[in-house]
């Protein structure tokens, strides 16, 4: 079972900045298709955004266009999401998993468990 580690989650006011790190100890992101998800209190895991494994393209829900980015340090085996000019409506535990439609799927489609997340609040 494939796990990752979510970071880089914290209390921001609304327009601020914060970047999230995913990464495992156990395999290696660069080989596969990783997506953030959120959950926000009482919703559904909501996909955020995805980046391909074959040619790296980005993918992101339009309630994020413009303000998040995705991106890979092979490097370092880590995933991270850029994420700027932050609303009250982005507040959610963020996760990040193996995706499994190529970031086709509308949603995205979670290939693993999820993981402990990291919680993202914006608030004045």
């Known amino acids: 079972q494939r796990q990752f580690v979510e970071s880089g989650g914290g209390l921001v006011q609304p327009g601020g900045s914060l970047r999230l790190s995913c990464t495992s100890s156990g395999f290696t992101l660069a080989y596969y298709t990783i997506a953030w998800f959120r959950q926000a209190p009482g919703k559904e895991h909501e996909g955020v955004s995805c980046?391909?494994?074959?040619?790296?393209?980005?993918f992101y829900v339009d309630s994020v266009k413009g303000r998040f980015t995705i991106s890979r340090d092979n490097a370092k085996n880590t995933v991270y999401l850029q994420m700027h000019d932050l609303k009250p409506e982005d507040t959610a535990v963020y996760y990040c998993?193996?995706?499994?439609?190529?970031?086709?799927?509308?949603?995205?489609?979670?290939?693993?468990?999820w993981g402990k997340g990291t919680l993202v609040t914006v608030s004045s």
């Open positions: 998993t193996t995706e499994g439609s190529s970031c086709l799927r509308y949603g995205y489609y979670a290939l693993d468990d």
């Open positions: 980046i391909s494994v074959s040619d790296e393209r980005t």
